[in-house]
Structure formats: C-alpha cells, structure tokens
C-alpha cells in the first residue's frame, strides 16, 4: 500500500490569512466608536435646529439691550413729572410779603414766648397783614427764635424760614430797668423789618 500524504500549508499562507482577519478585526472596532458618536452627535444638532421660536425669542428679551430700552423709557416717563414741580421761594423779600402763620420759639427763661405772642397780637401791622400765630412747626411760614447773650442783658431774634432753616433777618434789643419790656421790643422790630417789605395797609 502506498502511503497517503496530508496536504501541508505553507507558513507565508498562514501568515497572510491572519493578517487579513486582523485588519477585519480593527476596521470593525474602529467603525463601531465612530458611529455612536455620530448617533450621540446628531439630536443635539436636531434639537438645535427644531428649537421652538418661543424660546429664541425669551432669550433675545433677556438680553441686556431690553433693560436698557425699558429703563430709558421710565426715565423719559419721569421727568415731565419733575417739570411740574415748581420751586419754592425762598428769598426774603417774598417770604415777608406773603407769610401768613408766624412760630414764635424762646430759648431763655427771660423771655416768655406767650408774652411775645400777645406783643404781635396787639399790634395793628399785624391784624392787617392777616398774620396768623401758630405752634404747629409743620404749619409755619416763618420762625422767630429769642435767645440771649450769657451774662448780658442783651437779646436777639432771628426770624428763619422753617423749610429751609435760612435766616430771613435778624435783631438785637437790650432790657433796661425803665422802658419797654423784651417781648414788646421784638414784637415792634419784627414788625418793622417786615415794613421793608410789606408795607402797612392805608387805614380807611
């Protein structure tokens, strides 16, 4: 009997066999990433795209470009309401023509502010101005403040203007032992500065 004999491959025929199946192997691994991040990729770019306009248009609001336009419109809104307000006067020649409520204020125990009060009250300039003496300071056109000097037996009052605490005019008295009381004297210079300005009405 004759001897069968196996068919051998020869090893550069191995050897090339597996290297095609490993080249297979790696284009199948590198293939499979690439196509999950195309996957994972698109319905971002979906979602972008297919955004509702609702949406974009809440972002364009939000942007720092509105409040700016809202804030100048309030500002345009509210400064025709400043132009309406009129400015009060405050010099001293109006505020003695048109005071009508007069505070009297004594800061020494000399000088008692009821004495004073009567001493304005007896006074003709002062009925017919129409001057009215009040204790309210939140009603007050014009303040008289009487203090006096330490150790003296010199008096001043200034007159002031309650809003604004500026000093309209001012005097000085001294008290003697025979002569007019304190409260007369201030009540006859007050009315005397406001002559200046506001001339005694010719009596009929």
Do not use: C
Not at 57 to 85: A, I, N
Not at 105 to 110: A, E, K, N, W
């Amino acid at each position: 009997m004759k001897n069968q004999r196996t068919p051998r491959t020869s090893p550069g025929a191995s050897g090339t066999v597996f290297r095609l199946g490993a080249l297979l192997l790696a284009l199948l691994f590198a293939a499979t990433p690439a196509s999950r991040a195309v996957t994972q990729v698109r319905p971002a770019d979906m979602q972008d795209r297919h955004q509702p306009p609702q949406q974009q248009s809440g972002k364009q609001k939000d942007s720092p470009f509105e409040e700016d336009k809202d804030e100048s419109e309030s500002e345009s809104e509210s400064k025709p309401r400043e132009e309406v307000v009129r400015p009060r006067a405050t010099d001293p020649a109006t505020l003695m023509r048109t005071a009508h409520f007069i505070r009297v204020h004594s800061d020494s125990i000399f000088v008692n502010e009821r004495e004073v009060e009567d001493s304005l009250r007896k006074r003709k300039e002062f009925q017919a101005w129409g001057m009215v003496l009040t204790r309210n300071d939140a009603d007050a056109d014009l303040v008289i403040e009487i203090t006096r000097k330490a150790f003296t037996r010199r008096f001043t009052f200034t007159v002031l203007d309650p809003r604004t605490m500026e000093v309209v005019t001012s005097g000085k008295t001294r008290s003697v032992l025979f002569g007019k009381h304190i409260p007369t004297k201030i009540a006859e210079k007050f009315a005397n500065r406001v002559k200046v300005y506001r001339p005694y009405p010719p009596v009929q």
